[in-house]
């Protein structure tokens, strides 16, 4: 599946994935700043998401697959890849099945682990939520939104799903997300790894940044990071929840550069 993206900036490659009923937008302002310092930034919308096409069915290896024929569409031998949430599970699975293809690999707010007790209900909750709303009876975004918020009693959730509505040409409203096709996958998608034990270890340059403020990396997932990613780097951005990008861009930006500049010398040989 041939993907919407953004690039932005010249220099060494780095592919951003955003997370579960996010897009590449979510990602500019930190793609941006990556790019004033050198790197060409590759902001991917995943299938099913964004403005990239729908399809039947939403798994992590099709996502990988999806990511293949991009680095292929593009000409990239290797690059940096950073993913958050479901993209930072679905960069794990591509850092274990095709490691030649990456020069470092960053994880933010997610674990090598299996997630259905912990969010699966969660997740669930929200798509029906946002299944049962009729878009034919607004007229405004903002109402839309409004009625997110009243749903799930989350304003700023409601905001950053909201992100995902357009506005068809005869003036309807409809969902960027493919919410069917999600709801059918949430199961798939929170399970853990297990599946790639023969891949593991990988050796791949790696750092996972948790947020201090977030449940979703938690002591008793060590054990799976330490398994499939045995030299990888922990650090937590405080006064941040699960989404760091938005709630301390700065101190995640300044984690990130210091990261990639690192590998990227050894890569280079300075």
Known sequence: MKLFFRKIGHGQP?????????MSDNWLTIGRDLSRQGFAVHLLDLRNHGQSPHGPSHTYEEMCADLLEYFQQENITRAGLIGHSM????AMYFALLHPEKLYDLVVVDIAPSDYKKQNLAYHTNIIYNLMAIDLLLHQSRQTLIEEIRHRLNDSRL???LGKSIMRKQDGRFCWRLNLPVLLE????????????????????????????????????HEPD?????PRSEMTTIVHAGHWLHM????????????????????????
Do not use: W
């Not at 993209?87 to 679905?90: F, H, L, P, Q, T």
């Not at 990071?225 to 990613?229: D, G, W």
């Open 185 to 220: 996958s949430l199961t798939s998608l929170s399970r853990g790894m297990d599946e790639l034990e023969q891949h593991a270890p990988c050796l791949v340059p790696t750092l996972f940044v948790r947020g201090e403020k977030s449940d979703f990396i938690q002591p008793r």
């Open 87 to 90: 993209g930072g599970k679905c």
């Open 14 to 22: 780095v592919v951003i994935l955003h997370g579960l009923f996010g």
């Open 247 to 270: 709630e301390q861009p700065d101190r995640l930006l300044a984690v990130l550069l210091e990261f990639l500049r690192r590998n990227e010398s050894r890569c280079c040989g300075l």
């Open 225 to 229: 990071r330490v398994k499939y990613f």
């Open 158 to 160: 409601a905001m950053f």
